[in-house]
């Protein structure tokens, strides 16, 4: 059911019967009101939605601020609507008594038009989902906090026992058998790999925590990549890889250098992890607009498309029989991307499987995070 008042006119009975049959069976309360604020029309699902026990043609001519004196906020909206020159309004949550409702006004010729709506159920979804979302997000800061700690604790003992087998090692405690060698060696390798898994689990909860600050200073990363390439030099060669360069001029700039070689090092490391005997790797590096861009290109055995999509995920991994075979737990892209992105950079991969990939990042030589300076 649905009332319009008397002195409302239309062009013809139909039309109005018509207007009529819509308004009181739409599934939204709505109202119309004058330019005066007096209400024109009204439809019982406003007057059920609203909590109101007055029938429709009890209200008609009644003031809306008068009849919405239990929605302030609404009744200000409608006031600054109707003066001239004002935009339509929205208001998405509003709580009236046990539920939620939503208010859209819009301008007509003569007057406004409220449609209301009960969003009851979905402001319900909405806080069970904001919820769960605040119960994970300290799930995360938990496990941030644990991984801090244990790795803080792992590593503490590291050092003296890496640091007692390289004495022993090097015959500091007196001779060492072939068989004895051999056996240190792989102890130490196993060492180094898990104190680089420990350091890497702690750069992702600083960084995740907001604590891993950058050195920002004014450096040349035409260094930075030849100090990389002379230290995996050693593991090149084991598997007769070429190493080739191709380097513009470049400005010095604002970068931290260690973070930037932890990138470097990643990604010249996966290159040749994924290359096999008589590979050839390029390094590129070029400045274009206002930022400069790295690129490492191997002959590798590539990427898929589904691999590529989750390779800078956190212990994201290659599904692939040689990756399983290669140390690592799928952080080092990881934490890669974070140290690009903040510096205000982007990375990412192209590549085929079976062809090679090449991966790209850039750095910004002004920003404000880094730059010429």
Known sequence: MMYISKNKESESVSAKEFLLSIIGNAPYGIISIDLYGNITIINQQALTLLGKKEKPGEVINRKIIEFLKECPELGKNIVECLKRGRKPFDILETKVDHQYLSFRGRIILDGLIIVIEDVTNFVKSKNKIKEQV????????????????????????????????????????????????ISLDMVLRNIKRLDILLSDILDIARMKAGKLKLEMKKENLSDCIKEIITNTKLLAERKKITIETRMAELPKFVFDAGRIKQVLHNLLDNAIKFTGINGKIMIEAKKQKNEVLV??????????????????????????????????????????????????????????????STFYFTLPLKSGRGGIG
């Open 134 to 181: 605040e119960k994970l997000e300290a799930l995360d800061i938990l496990k941030s906090q644990f991984l801090t700690i244990t790795s803080h604790e792992l590593k503490t003992p590291l050092t003296p026992i890496k640091a007692q087998t390289e004495l022993l090692l090097g015959e500091e405690r007196g001779k060492i058998t072939e068989e004895q060698r």
């Open 295 to 356: 690129q490492v290109k191997d002959t590798g055995i590539g990427i898929s498309k589904n691999d590529a999509k989750t390779l800078f995920k956190e212990f994201g991994q290659l599904d692939t029989s040689l990756k399983r075979k290669q140390s690592g737990a799928g952080l080092g892209l990881f934490i890669c991307k974070m140290i690009v992105e903040q510096h205000g950079g982007k990375i990412w991969v192209e590549s085929k499987l079976g062809k090679g």
